[in-house]
């Protein structure tokens, strides 16, 4: 991660390009994101990186390229990141929180004065997955006219990264909230939603017509509440403590 001395969202937030197909597409976005001051940006599986064609199109933004973090899977990616939003343009079966351009780049702005904050981006023709969009905390849309809602992958990240530098500039302005204890980043999440899962078999509590269903909801709770280190070791130290009785 870029700092430059003191946690702010520009240097905090981490730009997430997921299974990018056109190496173009990657330079437009060093681009799009050095346009806004954000300087971090990280590649899950590219299918060309590095790429003559993605210099070319990054323009002065080449080191943005230079220092791009690769990764194999979007877990690693974004496993030390107390917030996880992810860009969707589908309905889900079950419904999930979904915001705005401009209020995902407010709740970006507020994880980050405690860490590492992510914007995921999918795959050109399919975006995320259902499992990718199931490890962010919240969705991202865009609303764009239904009769011709398509959007270039590197178009859509400059209007993120806009509203990101919008919620920067207007940071100095307001009186900010904190917390006395860090928020628990996607892995510590990860890991205590596991360990629920766990003990909801030992205790035979899933419903045995649609189990997965009910941990969905449960992952989406956790997720959505913005658990922070404490809780978690909380919930952990009691789902532990119950096992340990059963046995």
């Not at 943005?64 to 990616?77: C, P, Q, R, T």
């Not at 705005?100 to 399919?126: C, T, Y």
């Not at 269903?213 to 709770?221: N, Y």
Request: proline share 4%; net charge negative; hydrophobic share 40%.
């Amino acid at each position: 991660m870029h700092m430059d001395g003191k946690n702010n969202l520009l240097n905090s937030v981490k730009v997430v390009l997921v299974g990018t197909t056109h190496p173009g597409n990657i330079g437009a976005t060093a681009r799009a994101i050095k346009n806004m001051g954000i300087l971090n940006l990280a590649l899950v599986q590219p299918k060309e990186f590095p790429s003559d064609v993605a210099t070319f199109r990054s323009k002065a933004a080449k080191d943005i390229l230079e220092n791009a973090e690769v990764y194999e899977s979007l877990k690693d990616a974004v496993s030390k990141c107390e917030l996880v939003v992810g860009t969707s343009a589908r309905d889900r079966t079950i419904p999930w929180p979904v915001l705005s351009p401009r209020e995902a780049a407010e709740e970006m702005h507020k994880s980050s004065l405690n860490g590492e904050v992510a914007i995921v981006f999918g795959r050109e023709d399919r975006g995320l997955t259902n499992e990718e969009l199931g490890m962010c905390n919240l969705h991202v849309h865009i609303p764009s006219d239904p009769e011709y809602s398509s959007l270039n992958l590197s178009q859509a990240v400059q209007i993120l990264a806009y509203e990101i530098r919008l919620a920067y500039l207007k940071e100095n302005e307001r009186n900010e909230d904190y917390w006395d204890v860090d928020l628990a980043n996607n892995e510590q999440t990860e890991r205590l939603i596991n360990h629920m899962d766990e003990l909801m078999q030992e205790v035979n509590f899933y419903d045995s017509e649609n189990p997965r269903k009910l941990l969905v909801r449960v992952r989406r709770f956790f997720k959505r509440s913005k658990i922070d280190v404490m809780e978690a070791n909380i919930f952990r130290g009691f789902f532990a403590t119950i096992q340990k009785k059963l046995k």
